[in-house]
């Protein structure tokens, strides 16, 4: 699972993410190295720009018969994982810098994560905690736990939906500032 998110709005931005997503196709982990992947994607978007653009980026990869997950945060937003059994959300905070800006960045292992029956992985753009009142306020990284700790027990896009509401709510339907991505993992 990847997700990225290039920095500005309109063509160029959009031509970047593009290019990503070609060479995550192309280049797509066959082992369970997600840092070496990373290096590389990494290697790619610095030489396709010129410092004045980059690409925040999570790659995950999941083992579906054991429920573990590798994730390694290219300077994206952090992850929250959502612990069933003891109700408590942990934030996986970025491994390094946006891809694009240091072309010989070397990201880190990453410890693996183990997920347990019922457990969550969310990933997130920036939209979503940068959703704002009229007053300025925006809603935010912990109103998000708030929102992942009340909605737990909805399946699939209806949590997506529930938090995606929330935002909505704070910010009186107030237009968006920012492209808004929620992807969610969970372990049966």
Excluded: W
Aim: charged share 20%; hydrophobic share 45%; net charge negative.
């Amino acid at each position: 699972v990847m997700l990225g998110d290039a920095t500005g709005h309109g063509l160029g931005p959009a031509l970047l993410i593009a290019s990503c997503r070609a060479y995550v196709r192309a280049d797509l982990p066959q082992n369970s190295d997600i840092a070496g992947f990373m290096n590389r994607l990494n290697t790619r978007v610095a030489n396709d720009t010129d410092g004045s653009r980059l690409v925040t980026f999570v790659g995950t990869l999941l083992d579906e018969q054991t429920g573990q997950v590798k994730l390694v945060s290219a300077g994206h937003c952090p992850a929250l994982l959502f612990r069933a059994a003891s109700k408590i959300v942990e934030q996986i905070k970025a491994h390094g810098v946006p891809l694009g800006v240091m072309n010989e960045f070397e990201y880190p292992d990453p410890k693996p994560i183990q997920l347990q029956s019922g457990d969550r992985l969310l990933v997130y753009t920036d939209g979503i905690i940068e959703a704002k009142r009229a007053d300025g306020a925006m809603f935010g990284a912990d109103r998000l736990t708030l929102a992942v700790l009340r909605h737990f027990k909805l399946e699939g896009q209806a949590f997506v939906e529930a938090l995606y509401q929330e935002a909505m709510d704070f910010s009186n339907n107030a237009a968006l500032q920012d492209d808004l991505t929620l992807l969610s993992i969970r372990r049966l």
